[in-house]
């Protein structure tokens, strides 16, 4: 009897399935959220391609086809009619020029003071320091149409209404305490000790900036070059209140004002919104790496 009830404990601890290993239960465990992982990662991008092929496939549509009564996903003709009446029968060509040449505006100011003042506060231990930081998060906290009269007023006194720079040093009022934090961040990643050794050789604060500091930010630098790019390419509301017809308006305004009281351009729309999406997506392909290196670095050590 006793050696019959060892042989039946000996096989239940050798029959399978019946005592699950801790280390097996973990592998399935794992591979289970590597399932969910990837459909929650597919289910994601199709929510943000989805629209955009869309809207790209609208664009290529005649206008029978988009306002059938019932849903054609595929164009049965397709026309660059769109693309050529928005190009040539609009001001859209020069509205993007206008853009561009305020985003690139916007983008030396924010990069020039933020580069100073982001590696003041990182290097410099001085009283308020911290305060001052907060201060930057406070003006990002209040909303921004506070301040359209004040601004309205100081660009009308300054003759700067409906010109590029005075859009540009709009924009730079807002985006700045982004571009401030996030240079900190960067500068911070980067040891101090390098700097001291350059000074050490002969180099002064200035050149130790240029030739040590900036260049291994680089990857920072690019990340918020482009979140000020697209902040100031994509700004619709100073835009509207700060530009006329004739002067510096921007392509988001020109974008609604397409929009008639009994009309909706569908096609024009779409149109002019895939080619407002180019300038990103070639900014993306030329700093893809850079923008990706930099978002790590910004999120280990920042």
């Not at 693309?83 to 305020?102: C, G, H, P």
């Not at 149409?145 to 040093?169: N, Q």
């Amino acid at each position: 009897m006793r050696r019959d009830s060892a042989m039946n404990r000996q096989n239940a601890y050798l029959t399978p399935g019946r005592h699950k290993s801790p280390l097996g239960s973990m592998r399935r465990s794992a591979k289970l959220f590597d399932v969910v992982s990837a459909i929650v990662a597919i289910l994601v991008v199709c929510f943000a391609i989805v629209p955009i092929a869309w809207t790209l496939l609208t664009s290529f549509k005649i206008e029978s086809d988009i306002v059938s009564p019932s849903v054609k996903y595929i164009p049965t003709t397709l026309t660059w009619d769109n693309y050529i009446r928005i190009w040539e029968q609009s001001d859209f060509s020069r509205m993007l020029r206008n853009s561009a040449i305020v985003t690139v505006m916007t983008v030396g100011m924010s990069l020039s003071i933020g580069i100073a003042a982001g590696y003041s506060i990182s290097r410099y231990k001085f009283r308020g320091r911290s305060s001052l930081m907060v201060f930057y998060l406070v003006i990002r906290m209040f909303p921004f149409t506070l301040l359209l009269i004040p601004l309205f007023i100081l660009l009308r006194k300054l003759s700067l209404f409906d010109t590029h720079f005075g859009l540009a040093l709009t924009y730079t009022t807002f985006l700045l305490p982004l571009c401030v934090w996030m240079l900190k961040g960067f500068f911070d990643g980067i040891p101090p000790d390098l700097e001291e050794a350059s000074r050490v050789d002969g180099s002064t604060r200035m050149g130790a900036l240029f030739r040590i500091v900036l260049p291994l930010a680089r990857p920072g630098i690019a990340a918020t070059t482009v979140f000020i790019a697209i902040g100031a390419w994509n700004e619709y509301l100073w835009a509207l209140l700060l530009t006329t017809a004739n002067g510096a308006r921007t392509w988001p305004v020109g974008l609604q004002l397409m929009v008639g009281e009994f009309q909706m351009p569908w096609g024009l729309l779409t149109a002019s919104g895939i080619i407002s999406i180019i300038p990103i997506l070639i900014g993306f392909s030329i700093v893809q790496r850079a923008l990706v290196s930099g978002l790590l670095t910004g999120g280990v050590k920042g």
